[in-house]
């Protein structure tokens, strides 16, 4: 209890059963729209018993599911909840080794395992890079990541290029920690048309790109001023 309402509760405690039976309720809708449901997070491969049980159920009744992950597990655990999935949500980040441990605190070598498992497998996958300036941005980055595709992954529907934002900021305040992207830039149009361009060697049919861009972002503070 606390009265003056200091605290902010940021999450509740459910099970299995209580998602369940809540995400049932809608299922009107999931069939009239062609949707489903999709677990993401942080990464649903951090909760496996609860994210293999959901999806299993979740099929059982006959939902689309998707599941949206960076690839990092044990590979039978990557296997098993990518059995119980429609379409996968896949993020490719950075391609070269080292700045990927020293970036992510994670090596590259298991993502990339999964990620070519996963390729072989009767599996419609969308690719998702954020595209931070600074750390991911590099035309290098994005060749490497097209040539990955192109060699392991042919059932890449599409590959969507994320621009980095800051909206995050106020959850790192919340635990007193700093942002350490709190000066990084936001990415140019430009840069993003550029990497759009890179991104097509991939030999996907579909490529997106969006976010918040540096010139969108100068122009909301022009019209505050």
């Known amino acids: 209890m606390c009265p003056p ?3 902010e509760v940021l999450g509740v405690r459910r099970t299995v059963d209580d998602v369940t039976a809540e995400v049932l309720r809608d299922c009107v809708f999931y069939e009239q729209s ?17 994210a293999h049980e959901l999806l299993r159920r979740f099929r059982s009744h006959g939902l689309h599911t998707a599941l949206d992950t960076a690839g990092y597990a ?3 655990q990557f296997q ?14 950075l391609m070269e080794p080292t700045q990927h441990q020293a970036f992510t605190g994670i090596p ?30 590099s035309t290098d980055n994005i060749k490497t990541i097209a040539t990955f595709i192109r ?3 042919p059932r ?12 995050c ?5 919340r635990l007193d920690m700093p942002f350490a992207c709190a000066d990084t830039p936001l990415v140019s149009i430009d840069q993003m048309a550029h990497l759009m361009e890179t991104a097509r060697e991939s030999l996907v049919s579909r490529i997106t790109w969006s976010g918040v861009t540096r010139e969108a972002m100068a122009s909301v503070q022009h019209q505050l001023e």
């Open 74 to 76: 044990k590979q039978e």
């Open 169 to 173: 900021i106020s959850k790192w305040q």
């Open 151 to 153: 060699e392991n992954l």
């Open 5 to 7: 309402g200091a605290i």
């Open 108 to 137: 590259l070598e298991p993502i990339l395992r999964n990620a070519t498992w996963l390729g072989a497998q009767s599996k419609p996958i969308w690719i998702r890079t954020p595209i931070i300036p600074g750390f991911t941005d």
């Open 80 to 93: 098993a909840l990518v059995d119980n999935s429609n379409l996968v949500l896949l993020d490719l980040k």
């Open 156 to 167: 890449v529907e599409r590959w969507d290029l994320l621009g980095f934002n800051k909206l």
């Open 34 to 50: 062609g949707g489903g449901v999709t677990l993401s997070g942080g990464d649903p491969l951090f909760q496996f018993g609860f």
